[in-house]
T-cell receptor, first 114, second 108 residues
Framework: KAGVTQTPRYLIKTRGQQVTLSCSPISGHRSVSWYQQTPGQGLQFLFEYFSETQRNKGNFPGRFSGRQFSNSRSEMNVSTLELGDSALYLC?????????????FGSGTRLTVV | DAKTTQPNSMESNEEEPVHLPCNHSTISGTDYIHWYRQLPSQGPEYVIHGLTSNVNNRMASLAIAEDRKSSTLILHRATLRDAAVYYCILPNNNDMRFGAGTRLTVKP
């Protein structure tokens, strides 16, 4: 079966712009989480959505937001981009929650802010 | 919040078993123990998870100490494709709290 699909794979944006990243989970998975990975901070949790509702949130500023659609597809948006937002953004999906079922990760979107 | 401690790096020879340790002395009775790995240029990959009993799957085995203060991920026969960073995680509200992990090097 198809895995977690993230688009686009690579993105270059200018400081101050906004960006939207997309994630299509595995069919039947209703939980979608987002992570940011940087060399300095490692993998950090952004937020988790389940049935179109944000269920958990990490410690990121309000510039980072997300949403989930009725088909479980998810998007995350970063507004007013800063150089420090350059990172690999990873999406992960699970049947109902990572604690009980584990997560399947996508290959990520590499965002570069210049 | 319970935390995990892992060695920064480990080495193994190809086709030999590998035991990756993890300490989690402040684990609570309801904390699951998860292991993920991340190969170069890829997203993390789920390996195995458990609560109290030892667990086996096609990828690995998870041995959990009786007091649950430590666990060991066992790769039965390491291959070059097992070279990765291995993360031992105690999730919190579906937040897979990745630490620095253990970088496993497999020598031919």
């Amino acid at each position: 079966k198809a895995g977690v699909t993230q688009t686009p794979r690579y993105l270059i944006k200018t400081r101050g712009q906004q960006v939207t990243l997309s994630c299509s989970p595995i069919s039947g998975h209703r939980s979608v989480s987002w992570y940011q990975q940087t060399p300095g901070q490692g993998l950090q949790f952004l937020f988790e959505y389940f049935s179109e509702t944000q269920r958990n949130k990490g410690n990121f500023p309000g510039r980072f937001s997300g949403r989930q659609f009725s088909n479980s597809r998810s998007e995350m948006n970063v507004s007013t981009l800063e150089l420090g937002d350059s990172a690999l953004y990873l999406c992960a999906s699970s049947l109902a929650g990572g604690i009980f079922y584990g997560y399947t990760f996508g290959s990520g979107t590499r965002l570069t802010v210049v | 919040d319970a935390k995990t401690t892992q060695p920064n790096s480990m080495e193994s020879n190809e086709e030999e078993p590998v035991h990756l340790p993890c300490n989690h002395s402040t684990i609570s009775g309801t904390d699951y123990i998860h292991w993920y790995r991340q190969l170069p240029s890829q997203g993390p990959e789920y390996v195995i998870h458990g609560l109290t009993s030892n667990v086996n799957n096609r990828m690995a085995s998870l041995a959990i100490a009786e007091d649950r203060k430590s666990s060991t991920l066992i790769l039965h026969r390491a291959t070059l494709r097992d070279a990765a960073v291995y993360y031992c995680i105690l999730p919190n509200n579906n937040d897979m709290r990745f630490g620095a992990g253990t970088r496993l090097t497999v020598k031919p």
